[in-house]
């Protein structure tokens, strides 16, 4: 992970159909790997809805701390419902991060909040479950870089293979 841009942390997840759909908006947001703490997961099933077979590209891995052999550079972005912090419309995301999330049925914990670069949160009403809080955050991040990709190109190689819809042009 020393030359990681984009890592996801998931606190002691529970649920594998949540990692499965977490590694999946990693592979369509380009994140380099996933890391999760806690016993949980290990215990749950197989991934349930990797179905685009991330698993297979993008580590996941489990650690006993988020903040062990991170790169210098890399700044940790605690998400959460944390009174003090930043709405996520607002964040600017640094280039290189390890984007930590809460439990589906918990809060991250206070010690790896105090050591956070940034808290931030997005603004809903009520909670969302983890994998949509991830693909949230990951897409705000590429919806704010400079070099968005628009093109029908990127389009036709990204699409699912039975999608061909085209907007008409008036």
């Not at 009174?83 to 991250?108: N, Q, R, V």
């Not at 670069?117 to 949230?136: E, I």
């Not at 036709?156 to 085209?166: A, F, T, V, W």
């Amino acid at each position: 992970m020393k030359n990681a841009s984009v890592i996801i942390g998931l606190t002691n997840p529970k649920s594998p159909t949540n990692v499965g759909a977490v590694l999946r908006a990693a592979g369509c947001y380009k994140a380099d790997a996933v890391t999760y703490t806690g016993t949980r997961y290990d215990l749950a099933a197989k991934f349930q809805t990797d179905t685009k077979k991330m698993a297979q590209t993008i580590p996941l891995l489990g650690v006993e701390s988020f903040l062990d052999d991170l790169p210098q550079d890399m700044k940790i972005v605690c998400v959460d419902f944390a009174e003090g912090a930043t709405l996520l419309p607002h964040f600017e995301h640094p280039e290189k991060a390890i984007y930590i999330f809460g439990p589906e049925d918990g809060s991250i914990a206070q010690d790896v909040a105090d050591k956070a670069d940034h808290v931030v949160y997005v603004p809903t009403v009520g909670c969302m479950n983890l994998a949509a809080s991830v693909n949230v955050v990951l897409y705000d991040r590429l919806a704010k870089q400079p070099d968005m990709i628009q093109s029908d190109e990127h389009i036709r190689q990204n699409r699912d293979n039975k999608n061909k819809l085209r907007v008409k042009v008036n």
